[in-house]
């Protein structure tokens, strides 16, 4: 059973099916289908109107900024509704939000990007069956007493941690962009201070950037800080 918070996503290919709702009605009746059951909530919708060969999707990116600002999952009656571009599901995948297709409900997390991306999940999966035979190699070695690390090794996992931290750094930039608008809205209701700010937001229900539910004056301040 669906579980979370949900933004759908629907996609109509014609200006003739998006006024009269063809095809609009089915989408929205097949998410309405899958997430019967369990304890979700639907918390944005998003139409699209545009070819389903053409990358330039500003619903769509409405509709991931809004999961990444929700913490929420984005729903799409069918895979063909999204894109049959392999390259573009690959940037998809890489915006940091889960994607479920009410056409594949066994599509998500490791193995739903294997699927979707094909060949170049194919490489990715590797990559990790390199690296969990790795781990359990040297977790074997270190059981039998072996002196692990060298010179050469901790450089690289300097420069990992390196990587990591300019990572989250760059996911933390991409939210506080993704906040920008909305802390706007906010301002424009007629909050001013901070504080009213990141009530404001917690009223919306936008969870924090680790998770949490209630904003502080202080967190606004950091987030506004990026944004600028």
């Keep these: 059973m669906a579980q979370g918070k949900f933004v759908a996503y629907y996609r109509v290919s014609t200006n003739r099916q998006g006024r009269s709702g063809l095809g609009l009605e089915a989408q929205r009746e097949t998410v309405r289908s899958f997430l019967n059951g369990g304890s979700w909530s639907l918390v944005g919708e998003f139409t699209e109107v545009e070819s389903g060969r053409s990358d330039e999707r500003p619903e769509l990116v409405k509709a991931l900024t809004q999961c990444r600002i929700r913490g929420a999952t984005l729903i799409v009656a069918n895979v063909s509704r999204l894109t049959r571009s392999v390259a573009f599901l690959s940037r998809l995948l890489e915006a940091g939000v ?13 193995t739903g990007r294997f699927m979707l991306q094909q060949m170049v999940a194919v490489a990715e999966l590797e990559a990790g069956l390199i690296g969990d035979r790795t781990r359990k190699a040297l977790a074997a070695a270190k059981a039998r007493g072996k002196k692990l690390g060298t010179p050469a090794n901790l450089q690289r996992q300097d420069l ?39 009530a404001a937001l917690t009223m919306r229900g936008i969870p924090t950037a680790r998770g949490g539910a209630s904003w502080s004056a202080t967190q606004v301040q950091r987030v506004s800080n990026r944004a600028t």
């Design 98 to 110: 889960e994607v479920r297709f009410c056409d594949l409900p066994q599509i998500e997390g490791p």
């Design 160 to 198: 990992g941690r390196e990587r990591g931290r300019a990572a989250r750094t760059r996911i933390a930039d991409a939210r506080a962009l993704d906040l920008a608008e909305t802390i706007k809205d906010v301002r424009a209701s007629g909050a001013s201070s901070l504080r009213e700010i990141a």
